[in-house]
């Protein structure tokens, strides 16, 4: 499988426990923070779904104001409803801890947590070649989607994610000898696009990760006897006899 894992600590700004269908505990928390990028401060919210038992207990114990780090993986969900097809990323947590003396400090929106952690590590394979363009200031940008896999525990098998990459500056150079099919291993940090549908007028969202490193990877090809019971070539073993 890919390797799958997101890293996201800041402010719980809100969280909301319910249930699935099939009476499945769900539990939705949003995070707010501010992440270094150089010497400058961005902000972002996060949003994530804990499932199960301990969704339903920590959804008694999380308090508004306090900061927390989670731990999880993305997930890509795609639908159709009346004709009209739709697709999101949405981040399962897996593991959540409450921060202490973490630097939360009141804006005028409320408590936000500086310093906070937005990391996303993934691999997986490019779908299409990279497109590469230039800004107004002639600053090079790449467009890509990575393609990646985990294991769904519930069905039984393996589920196909996808998720669309930004790479500015010399990653984009980078991205430029890259072709479809390139095996990457990414780290980066998620951000959310908004922009108005012109049909329904409606606000759409996608989430991006905008790639901060990237390392091209090469399949070991297995070999045909088993690494692990090495043949032995060229020996013979012998026996001695001893008379009665």
């Known amino acids: 499988m890919s390797t ?35 010497e400058n401060l961005l902000f972002f919210r996060t949003d994530l779904t804990f499932y199960g038992k301990l969704a339903e207990n920590w959804a008694n114990q999380l308090v ?18 009346d004709g009209v097809k739709g697709s999101r990323l949405r981040i399962v947590g897996e593991e959540l801890f409450k921060l202490e003396n973490a630097d939360v400090r009141e804006e005028e929106k409320g408590p936000v947590l500086f310093g906070a952690e937005n ?40 589920r196909s994610h996808y998720i669309e990459l930004e790479a500015w500056r010399d990653l984009a150079v980078q991205f430029a000898g890259l072709k479809k099919g390139s095996q990457l291993l990414l780290e980066g940090s998620l951000k959310t696009e908004v922009w108005e549908d012109r049909e329904t007028k409606t606000k759409r969202f996608k989430r991006v990760l905008e790639v901060q490193r990237v390392t091209p990877l090469a399949r070991i090809r297995s070999t045909e006897h088993n690494p692990e019971k090495p043949q032995v070539v060229g020996t013979r073993a012998k026996t001695k006899t001893r008379a009665a």
């Open 4 to 38: 799958n894992l997101v890293l996201i600590s800041g402010v719980l700004s809100k969280h909301e426990l319910r249930y699935t269908p099939k009476g499945t505990p769900l539990l939705e928390v949003s995070l707010i923070g501010k992440r270094a990028i150089g």
């Open 64 to 81: 508004g104001g306090q900061a927390y780090q989670a731990m999880g993986r993305l997930v890509y969900e795609s639908w159709e409803a």
């Open 119 to 158: 990391r996303v590590i993934l691999s997986g394979g490019l779908t299409a070649d990279p497109e590469i363009r230039q800004t107004s200031l002639k600053t090079p940008v790449a467009r890509a989607s990575l393609g990646f896999s985990s294991w769904d525990s519930s069905a039984g098998q393996a």
